[in-house]
């Protein structure tokens, strides 16, 4: 099985609204100060089946919502959000600078390959208007321990840094937490992780 059929068995299951928490908390207290006060053009990837930005009511906003499982595409409600079946890996319609913020829902944890993750940097980095803004909340690798889940890559905060950097990306925000970080049974042993929530400029 691979990512994209393992998304698509899970939203079958889960068909009730779901996004974590922290990343609504992670929108509205930091990044949203961080955005010119303008009508915005957002890009929300990995949204599932139902958008963060949904609850961002009073957002002077265009939205897309993309994901790459038809399930959880198919399970979208009718809103003011475009929901689109796409895959952010995928250069053809991510190669004109359009949006003022992209916005990570714990999207890129789940690209294993490393040519896969090297395209959705590089997509990301050319659909944002100079000055724009990624932000991303991403699980990392506990300080001094080592986690790995299937059909997800942990990169540690470094490696994070790295990627950014060396895609073009200038850091403004980069805070590390142990106590909000997510943890995952597997095989009967619980298993956590820091997370990183980062914010970076075009
Ligand atoms: C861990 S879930 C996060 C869902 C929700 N945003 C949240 O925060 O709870 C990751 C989502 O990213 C989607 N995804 C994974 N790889 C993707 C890709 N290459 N392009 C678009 N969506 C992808 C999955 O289908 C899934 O819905």
Do not use: W
């Amino acid at each position: 099985m691979n990512s994209k059929e393992f998304f698509n068995q899970f939203y079958q299951t889960t068909k009730d609204h779901y996004y974590s928490q922290s990343l609504f908390t992670f929108f509205n207290q930091i990044v949203f100060s961080k955005l010119p006060q303008r009508e915005l053009k957002i890009l929300d990837i990995g949204s599932g089946s139902y958008s963060l930005f949904e609850d961002c009511t009073g957002l002077n906003a265009h939205v897309d919502a993309i994901d790459f499982s038809k399930t959880a595409i198919s399970n979208t409600p009718i809103s003011k959000i475009n929901y689109k079946l796409l895959d952010i890996t995928d250069a053809h319609h991510f190669n004109f600078p359009f949006y003022d913020l992209i916005f990570d829902s714990h999207c890129l944890n789940c690209i294993t390959s490393e040519d896969d993750r090297e395209n959705a940097f590089k997509n990301i980095y050319s659909a944002l208007v100079v000055g724009g803004i990624f932000a991303s909340e991403i699980m990392i690798q506990p300080i001094g321990e080592h986690v790995s889940m299937p059909f997800k890559s942990i990169k540690s905060a470094q490696e994070i840094e790295q990627t950014f950097v060396s895609h073009g990306f200038k850091i403004i925000y980069f805070m590390i937490s142990s106590e909000s970080g997510f943890s995952n049974s597997i095989g009967g042993i619980e298993v956590k992780c820091d997370l990183l929530r980062i914010i970076a400029k075009k």
